[in-house]
């Protein structure tokens, strides 16, 4: 298989992406191949040790860069050449069985959508990231790919985040839960109530009803499906609360006898290595026809890492035909 | 002025609301009166006390009482006498200054709404909540009245909000951010772009432009404007995550020596003091024709008593004629 990373994508590129895709080394199998999309002199004269790594790691050439601010459909148009533009290509030129990357979200969502297409039967791809909580993991879908929905976009989102919570995470019957604002049936837009309704008449789904936002983090659900709008505020909602509020206990801490706060340390740790986000690697773009991972920003070696092996997990697991299978069979159909 | 409050809203009535009541008589004004919405012979046998405060507190029957989970608008048909309905009519009538329930958010909002009418100039009310940030008060708007927001009610919300963080809170030039899921100009729903069009052409309004999930927390604004929907999950994710959070951090402290559990519990009950909700007692329905304040369903006696300041704040500070001002004389008009 050949897994594409983008090695100029996040704030630590190229540098924790190159070691990413060394240290994944370790765990490839024979006839794997990571290929490292970026400027290849340079990536190749900053990181000569990836000389060690030939048959295994290839640098494709792409001297354009997308910055993470930059407007996605614009920029794209501008700069085809870019790791980005690049990478979506390889997918669709079935030259890479994955993608992978950590840059521009609104680019990689736009290239990989424009090239890569959608599976049969899906009607919109949606970001499904996995949120570490106290009760376990939870998928959220969509994160910011789709911020209009139509219900059967939601239905949708419900089946192909089931069939990755089970395949990929493992969780035998997800229960699925839909964003709202109460419980009662009748809570919600109207979008929502029509996806209630959808999600509700396919009985393979393990439907829970309506959540709320608190459910997230209390363990009524495995799964959270919501528009990309709602999902993405949920998301950076969520990354600035926890940042927050363990600033605000380190500060408090400082007002503390330094052994006091030297003590705590290690709790803090635990709690953050319990509910790390990096041990997902990224989020797939369910519903594009091919294995796409976004990852976050901030990703480091380690997040990248398991990116790919996630993307492998997915790939072998054939997860796309799981959806396919699924969705060109399912009784629900797009009302309009 | 008289302040009507719902003995029977919330979790927690009538004990708290009651002692709640009775606590705000140390800062009460003469002529002022707080009366207790709920059945009168249970509630004057129940609490004897009450007694002592003859021509403060008095009770004002409403045999009925509307379940926290009940269907708002069936059940403020069916209860007319209900605490809920009964202090909205007192309001419509003039026979109260100002309306606080902890009870159902949904009858409270519908009943306000049609007994209390819109303030001159308002389209739509809208609930703020405070969110007691690390950086400071963060008014939120709208957190569930309205969940199909349009561009002139999220304007107006701006513009509420911003007179209550000012006249309320005492943020002399609260600076508006808009919720979306990116800082550009063109990131955001339809809703939310002319929205953010309306905004910017009001130039008495400070404000900062698109905000993401994470912004409510980093001191990049003192308001934060979305629809009702956004705002609810905003608000019940923030709740469940910083319960879950503080839960993770007492559960990993188990696991230590008690004598360390111990010594970190001050620094907790700090954090916890300076974010507690209770401080600001209520969330004010914007927009509405009088002073209407939603209490948490968890309130307790403080929250209460807190409320009843905040309306009292709310009234002598004529907030809605500011709002009625403002509004009235805005550029900005309902373009459909």
Redesign the interface.
């Known amino acids: 298989m050949r897994i594409a990373v983008d090695a100029m994508g996040g704030d630590n590129a190229p540098g924790e992406i190159v070691s990413g895709a060394i240290e994944s080394v370790e765990f490839l199998d024979e006839g794997d191949e990571v290929l490292l999309i970026g400027p290849k002199e340079k990536l190749e004269s900053d990181f000569r040790e990836l000389k060690k790594y030939k048959g295994v790691i290839r640098v494709v050439d792409a001297p354009d860069v997308i910055g993470m ?1 930059e ?1 996605p459909i614009e920029s794209l148009r501008k700069k085809v050449k870019s790791s980005i533009a690049v990478m979506a290509k390889l997918a669709k030129l079935g030259q890479a069985d994955a993608v992978i990357s950590a840059g521009n979200t ?1 680019a990689c969502v736009a290239a990989f959508q424009m090239r890569m297409r959608n599976l049969p039967g899906v009607n919109r791809p949606g970001i499904a990231v996995v949120f570490p ?2 009760e376990g993991p939870v998928t959220i879908c969509d994160v ?1 790919a789709n ?2 929905c139509k219900p059967i976009n939601l239905y949708q989102y419900a089946v192909m985040s089931t069939l990755y919570s089970k395949h990929i995470l493992g969780i035998e019957e997800p229960r699925v839960g839909l ?6 049936d ?1 809570k ?3 979008i929502v109530k029509k996806a209630r309704e959808l999600i509700k008449s396919d009985e393979k789904l393990n439907f829970v009803g309506n959540i ?7 363990g009524v659900c495995d799964v959270a499906i ?1 528009d ?3 999902g ?14 363990f ?3 380190k ?3 400082m007002g ?1 006898k330094v052994r ?1 706060a030297m ?2 340390k290690p ?2 740790k ?2 953050y290595k ?2 790390d986000y990096n041990e997902y690697g990224g989020a797939p773009l369910l519903g594009v026809n091919g294995t796409a991972l976004i990852c976050h920003g901030s990703s480091v070696s380690r997040t990248i890492k398991n990116a790919i092996n996630t993307s492998r997990d997915y790939y072998v697991k054939k997860v796309n035909d799981k959806i396919m299978d699924y969705l060109t069979s399912s009784i629900v159909k797009d009302g309009g």
């Not at 964003?179 to 009662?184: K, P």
């Not at 709320?212 to 209390?218: S, V």
């Not at 993405?232 to 509020?245: M, P, Y």
């Open positions: 601010d407007p609104g909580t106290f910011g911020i209009v964003m709202s604002i109460g419980q009662e009748a919600g837009n109207e709320e936002g608190r459910d997230i983090f209390n919501c990309g709008f709602v993405n505020v949920v998301l950076k909602l969520t990354e600035g609360l926890v940042d927050g509020l600033k605000a206990i500060h408090e801490l503390e006091l003590k705590f709790v803090i635990r709690i319990k509910h």
